[in-house]
């Protein structure tokens, strides 16, 4: 039986927490508050809480007609627990603490699930997105970090402790690279994501010179707007950064044999250098003697994590 209630599905980022109401592949209402992620997991939910009548009304939604709180959370995720094992440095450092599930019942007493962020990514775009029609698939987020999923024969991969599938941004890219704060060396997400860009700047001896220098806060954009004038450190770094993603991606094609590979995540910006890039790449290095994987753009942008956390309440007994 399909979960015919409407959903509060819930995407907790760094900086911002989006909430929807989601009623099978339809967002009624949606919303964003700040995250606040130093002040704790406690907080946030407190100030969720709040946000969940004015969302409800916005959606025409009775609070009371939620079927359940679907919470997409950036960190690993205990798959039989629903307990949080880790989360981003500095970020809702108090998760660990909690019950996640008892916390949001005694808050908004709904039944809850908790998945990762890729993989709530994934699972939107699986079940709505790019991914769609697709027993195998896979997905790489290129932004503050690198996220990563699997689905294999249709079944979500997790692992015996959470693990499996979402760690793909820290498969090893660079054996003589940086050490990642997850402490192995040469993650592709230290190589190349938004955090690492500007520590990889200003380590260049180009960067005094370069239109980088005066950006007043680094980003991809700025890169892909430089290396498009000419400037040489910007080329450089979109350049590496390629074939960082390029790298990564072949790995998690090794590693899950998927129909298609879903690549999303605010970096995707520029997807019209970046998917021709990846493709090129994985085309020619990527071991797949059947044929070619399809590389597609997320179709769902920064709603697919809402998507995917309300899914988890789909078809269930």
């Known amino acids: 039986m399909t979960a015919i ?33 130093k002040s704790g997991l406690a907080s ?41 094992l880790s989360t981003p440095a500095g970020k809702f450092d108090d998760s660990k603490n909690y019950h996640v599930s008892k916390l949001v019942g005694k808050l908004l007493g709904l039944p809850t699930r908790i998945c990762n962020d890729a993989n709530a990514a994934l699972a939107g775009e699986w079940h709505f997105g790019a991914a769609r029609g697709n027993r195998s698939a896979v997905m790489m987020t290129l932004g503050t970090g690198i996220g990563a999923a699997a689905i294999i024969d249709g079944v979500p991969l997790r692992g015996q402790h959470g693990q499996a599938g979402c760690l793909g941004g820290h498969l090893t890219a660079n054996l003589d690279g940086r050490i990642c704060p997850c402490g192995n060396l040469g993650c592709a997400e230290s ?27 680094l980003e991809y954009a700025a890169v892909f707007r430089a290396a498009a004038q000419g400037d040489k450190l910007a080329i450089a770094l979109r350049d590496r950064s390629l074939r960082v993603w390029s790298v990564a991606l072949v790995n998690l094609i090794h590693a899950y044999d998927p129909e298609v590979a879903v690549i ?33 753009p997320a179709a769902l942008g920064n709603d697919a994590g809402m998507f995917g956390v309300a899914s988890l309440f789909q078809n269930e007994k």
């Open 44 to 84: 946030a939910l407190k100030r969720i809480a709040k946000a969940v009548p004015p969302l409800c009304r916005q959606a025409g939604v009775a609070p009371g007609a939620l079927g359940g709180f679907g919470f997409s959370f950036p960190g690993i995720i205990e798959p039989h627990t629903g307990k949080i």
């Open 5 to 37: 209630n409407p959903i509060l599905a819930c995407d907790v980022g760094g900086t911002r927490i989006k909430l929807g109401v989601v009623l099978g592949a339809r967002l009624l209402a949606q919303t964003e508050i700040d995250a606040e992620a």
């Open 264 to 296: 999303g995540g605010g970096i995707m910006r520029s997807g019209d250098i970046i998917l021709p890039a990846l493709r090129r790449y994985v085309f020619q290095y990527a071991w797949t003697p059947w044929g070619k994987v399809k590389i597609k």
């Open 191 to 217: 190589e190349a994501s938004t955090w690492a860009l500007l520590i990889q700047a200003r380590a260049h001896p180009a960067f005094a010179a370069s239109r980088l220098a005066r950006e007043k806060v």
